[in-house]
């Protein structure tokens, strides 16, 4: 057998950009996945799903060409049922033989936990790799992920996008193959406009090179830099940087094969107007790069990817200027017609604006809103009234026409808008951060008032999800809620804000209408907290750690988060398990026990060495730790407490604690409750016990 390299390339009809990227590694999945479960042996190497709008294509530097030997085993029946008396084959051997195309003397035996009994064993030639080659094709384009196939023809077969030329090379020969109506050979496509020929590829090594020649990049990594290359020329010729989102990124390399930049700009009038509605509308709408000065802020230039060297770029520049200047025009004629309006008359609008049929209208829940940011703002160093102020501003942008058009401007055009009536600049910025984080991975507001906002708007957001009974069920939730409850804990944790969070989601709640379904504070509390079990598990903290800070007291969110980290470094310390093992054994103790056990020890009662020693280690830690928990330093209160396990062993390897004399036995349980509390007044360890 031999090593070939294999190409593979399924030529369409411009594929969905979105989908292109998961498109290509299905594809390419499917085809390993079909080589390895026939036995094929294939070098992968640096091989990767290699694409276009108008292809997908897989290309590995070497696959076999042929299966290894088939082995094959098939078991029959026992000997008490293949025999006879006689130690003739009975019907049931016969059978069995027949089956396998062989005498039955030709059969061979082995042996079960049931006995011994007849086997067929058979070794066969392996397939050629071309033989087996379509069928791994048809496999692989079946599990591909395209909900709505498209049919086109009167064929009854479907894919993304209609079909119109299929590569299949195995070193340099073609491979037969038939597949969406098209047949295999080894000619492909160049660019549509700028490589009008036939590309014809004499083996796969041929393929990434000839492709490129005839102005087609179909590695994928490569069209991506090359257009951050041309998008960063451009800019810097420009005199600014460029802003390069992830995401258009993507979308422009799979929109183009051979990216060329184009250097455009808008009237300067323009950037009167919020530039994030003017980034939004290049970027959202027309794929476009924004140019950013020296201070970050939008420029009058921005960059155009077309996918062709045009003989005349001056025409396409102008295109794309064209295309973007009605957009920018309605732009800034709402945010004209939204300053004349004021936020004012902006808010009275709210009242008539239903936000949910059992909890009212948007300006009901700003004013639960303003109540909230008031309350929070006490407890946090911020200025209630300033508080309150932004949160009764906070929703008047969505009364706005820019908003209205570009629904991605809440808070931000509020934030303009606030500034043109000289607002407090604090209350603008505030009605803006209301809104982070905005996403996975987005920071936190950056100022207390912007938290205190956002803290606000998300207790109201839970509470009324819950009082409303729109509770997630599965994939459904349509408000949201495992977002904002995530960002309300990451801004309670990440701002610092030592507040109960229960006795915040209990102020929210009681604000909710009557109208809405009782609940009570603890689901909605129980809810945040299994929203912070997944923030944490993304940290590499483990559960059992997790379940061992909150099932303790803690004031606050940052002191759940000082805890979480002392309980991860206590787990490191060699004295760590036994001492968790010991506490688990203590509570299982006093659980057992009718009645209340007292922490009150009498040092006169004490029997055996162990006890006195034991006793004496706990006032000891206790002395110490004090101070340190007192402190939060919950480090160094655990690496305290770690020292006991020397007493606390040979109090369990020497002490009997339920004796007969319940005078001693209460003395006893009253050290170990002592003791117990202690070992969990940072975290109850026992969690970490197996």
Known sequence: MAMRPLLIELGTEELPVKALPGLAQAFFDGVLDGLSKRGIA???GEAKPLYTPRRLAVKLPGVETEQPEQKSEVLGPYLNIALDADGQPTKALQGFAAKAGIDWTQLEKTTDNKGERFVHRAVKPGAQTR???????????AAMPI????RWGDHDYGFARPVHWLVVLHGKDVVEADLLGVRSDRMSRGHRFMHDKPVWFSTPDDYVESLRAACVLVDPDERRERIVQEVDHAAKAAGGSARIDTGILEEVNGLTEWPKAVACSFEREFLAVPQEALIATMEANQKFF??????GKLSEHFVGIANIESKDEVEVRKGYERVIRPRFADAKFFFVEDMKQGLSSM???LASVKYQDKL???ADKVARVAALAEAVAAQVGVDPALARRAAELSKADLQSRLVGEFPELQGIAGRYYAAVENQPLDVAHAIDEAYMPRFAGDAIAPSKLGQVLAIAERLDTLAGGFAAGLKPTGNKDPFALRRNALGLARTLLEGGHDVLLHDLIERAVALQPTTAADIGSYDVTRFVYDRLRGYY?????????????????HDSLPDFDHRLNAIGEFAKLPEAEALAAANKRIRNILKKVEGEVTSKVDAALFAENAERELADAVDGAIADTDPMLAKRDYVAALGRLARLRPQVDAFF???MVNVDDATVRNNRLALLKRLSDRLGSVAAIEHLSI
Request: hydrophobic share 45%; glycine share 8%; aromatic share 4%.
């Open 653 to 655: 390897d020497g002490v």
């Open 290 to 295: 924004p140019v950013l000065d020296a201070e």
């Open 347 to 349: 808010n009275e609008g």
């Open 147 to 150: 909900p709505k196939p498209m």
């Open 42 to 44: 294939f070098a992968r």
């Open 360 to 362: 009212g209208t948007i």
């Open 537 to 553: 598990a993304d940290r590499g903290v483990a559960s059992v750690q997790f379940d061992a800070v909150e099932n303790v007291p």
């Open 131 to 141: 033989e087996l080659l379509p069928e791994i094709l048809r496999e692989a384009i």
